[in-house]
Every structure is written in C-alpha cells, then in structure tokens.
C-alpha cells in the first residue's frame, strides 16, 4: 500500500520558516519524482516545486528565492523548507510522486499539511 505523509505544518508569523516532510512508502521512491504543491481556500491547486530523480529541483518561479526541495532516497523523504513566509503562503501544502520508469508507474497524493502564516 502507498502512503505518503506530510508533516512539519502550523501556525507561523510572517517571516518565519518552516520544514515540510513528506515520509513515502510503499513505492520505489528514487524512481518517482516529488512535487510539492499547495491550495488556498477558494483557489486551485497550485505548484510550489519539485525534485526529479535525479535531484534536479524546479520552481514556481515567485517562490524559488524564498523556498527549497530537497530529497533523501535512502529516507524515501521529500522535504520543503519554506522561509521569509507570508500571509499568502497560507494553504494546505500537498506531497506529490509520479512515476518516471516501466516499475514505478502512477501518481500519488498525501493528506496534506496546514500552513496558517499569521501574526
């Protein structure tokens, strides 16, 4: 069974940091590319970053300065450091894997995790 699950969530002021994990199982983890994504209420979902296989990372480009994915294979874990957060970072923030080989096949989701930034 997969599971993906997200911790590290909660309430920050404007300006603080925060380190997203996402914990994976049940999956060949190094084969699946990790994104991170986020929604607002009222709002679509929206991308945030992501980590290939091979540890090349992507942004969205607003928030490239300010957060960074990394990912640890032997961990099977997707982290997000968020820093300098604003009140519009607000969202539950979401794990995301898809697979990019013939044995690692098919998208997966988390739970999410709620990030509240306010003062």
């Known amino acids: 069974q997969v599971q993906l699950v997200e911790s590290g969530g909660g309430l920050v002021q404007p300006g603080g940091s925060l380190r997203l994990s996402c914990v994976v199982s049940?999956?060949?983890?190094?084969?699946?590319?990790m994104t991170w994504y986020r929604q607002s209420p009222g709002k679509e979902r929206e991308f945030v970053a992501t980590?290939?296989?091979?540890?090349?990372?992507y942004y969205n480009g607003p928030m490239k300065d300010r957060f960074i994915i990394s990912r640890d294979n032997t961990k099977k874990m997707v982290n997000l450091q968020a820093n300098n957060l604003k009140p519009e970072d607000t969202a539950v923030y979401y794990c995301?894997?898809?697979?990019?080989?013939?044995?690692?096949?098919?998208?997966?989701w988390g739970q999410g995790t709620q990030v509240t930034v306010s003062s």
């Open positions: 049940g999956l060949k983890f190094a084969k699946y590319d």
């Open positions: 995301n894997a898809m697979g990019t080989a013939w044995d690692a096949t098919g998208e997966f």
């Open positions: 980590i290939a296989t091979n540890g090349n990372p």
